[in-house]
């Protein structure tokens, strides 16, 4: 065995370290760090199989960097949970991810847009992630043209704020063309797939409004909070992907987020029935002040097109929208096939009952919508 002090410090590590919860096996001694599932766990919003070593490999010099880049992770997520303390009980081991290219491929195939190691690194560390402009102009008008079409609809699906003016469209990628290839959408699918590391399904799709002058407040809460207190989401092993359809500005009532919020779990909630139209578990000020003076507090604002990407443990609102300007944003809330929902309790257009895995669609399906409509025009 090449590593033995490797694989022996850990197994007492993760003996001694995380006690009960925690099933560990031993490798096999006649096959080199061969897979051994140390357990499973749970950190921003992920929730897996840590391993040792590698079962899957292709050649052997793929064997060695993958067992190394593996066994590199698992030390640093031993220290790192040593030092988290019992709060910290479960964690997801980025080595159970699919990796970014580094010349070997094949622990993404399938997948053509990647998160690199970089990003990996800070997702865990902040909770989210923020692509400027990745989708075109055109693309995002498109999107933004498909909302205000379900926005002016008489759906039930679509919630308004006291004014009349929209606040929320539910699940529009099962009525309208547009939004039905957004949810399948490569660009937001496959990373997500990535950091929960397998399938996933649709939980909920929702375009939220937050129109100029009556966009009214979300208050502070975690996503997952709800999923799991309303829907029965076994695990955290859930999370959103956001796009913006307008500029995202300080002015228009950004999202905020409170960075490093999504590591301790869910946090004790009341269930605000009133402020924010839809029943939301929000979190109380002294939570969130506590939370803040660690993390800080962002809020990333960028053009039409923009993406965010956010664990459904971190902890996030939004301020009224006041100005002139409209801000609207599409979230795809995807859920690891795996851990669908348990309970029924919500409209079916609010917490999808369909558990089917996405398949990603071609990059190019928003674009051959957007060349149709001008071609027709
Ligand atoms: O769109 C927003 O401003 C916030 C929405 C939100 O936090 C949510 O839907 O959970």
């Known amino acids: 065995m090449s590593k033995p002090c490797c694989l022996s410090h850990l197994a007492h590590v993760l003996n001694t370290g995380l006690g009960a919860g925690l099933q560990f096996a031993e490798p096999k001694s006649n096959i080199p760090l061969t897979t051994a599932v140390c357990g499973s766990a749970t950190s921003g919003g992920r929730v897996g199989k840590v391993m040792l070593g590698l079962v899957v490999v292709r050649s052997p010099r793929r064997q060695r960097a993958r067992r190394l880049g593996c066994l590199n992770v698992v030390l640093d997520w031993c220290l790192q949970t040593l030092a988290a303390g019992?709060?910290?009980t479960t964690y997801m081991c980025a080595a159970s991810r699919a990796r970014a290219p580094d010349g070997a491929g094949d622990a993404n195939e399938g997948i053509t847009v990647t998160l690199t190691n970089d990003e990996l690194a800070r997702f865990d560390d902040e909770g989210y992630l923020f692509?400027?402009?990745?989708?075109?102009?055109a693309e995002a008008a498109l999107l933004k043209q498909a909302a205000d079409d379900v926005y002016a609809t008489d759906r039930e699906e679509v919630w308004r704020e006291s004014s009349g003016a929209a606040r929320t469209a539910f699940a529009a990628h099962t009525y309208h063309e547009a939004h039905r290839r957004l949810g399948r959408h490569p660009r937001l699918v496959e990373p997500v797939m990535q950091l929960l590391n397998g399938p996933v399904y649709m939980h909920?799709?929702?375009?939220?409004?937050?129109?100029?002058?009556?966009?009214?407040?979300?208050?502070?809460h975690q996503d997952y909070g709800t999923w799991k207190r309303d829907d029965g989401m076994p695990e955290p092993l859930a999370m959103n992907v956001a796009v913006f359809l307008d500029d995202v500005t300080a002015a228009n009532g950004p999202l905020l987020f409170i960075p490093g919020s999504h590591v301790q779990g869910v946090f004790d909630a009341g269930?605000?029935?009133?402020?924010?139209?839809?029943?939301?578990w929000t979190l109380d000020r002294a939570k969130v002040s506590e939370l803040a003076e660690r993390g800080g507090c962002v809020a990333p604002t960028g053009p039409a097109g923009s993406v965010l990407l956010f664990s459904s443990l971190l902890v996030h609102a939004s301020p009224p929208n006041i100005s002139p300007l409209d801000r609207t944003i599409v979230y795809l809330s995807l859920c690891q096939v795996d851990n669908h929902i348990r309970e029924f309790k919500r409209p079916h257009w609010i917490a999808h009952r369909d558990f089917t895995p996405i398949e990603p669609l071609a990059d190019d399906c928003l674009t051959t919508l957007v060349d149709a409509a001008s071609a027709a025009a």
């Open 204 to 220: 909920q799709y929702k375009i939220n409004a937050k129109a100029a002058f009556d966009g009214d407040v979300w208050q502070w």
């Open 271 to 280: 269930h605000d029935l009133e402020t924010t139209s839809y029943p939301l």
């Open 86 to 88: 019992p709060a910290c």
């Open 131 to 137: 692509f400027p402009g990745r989708f075109t102009p």
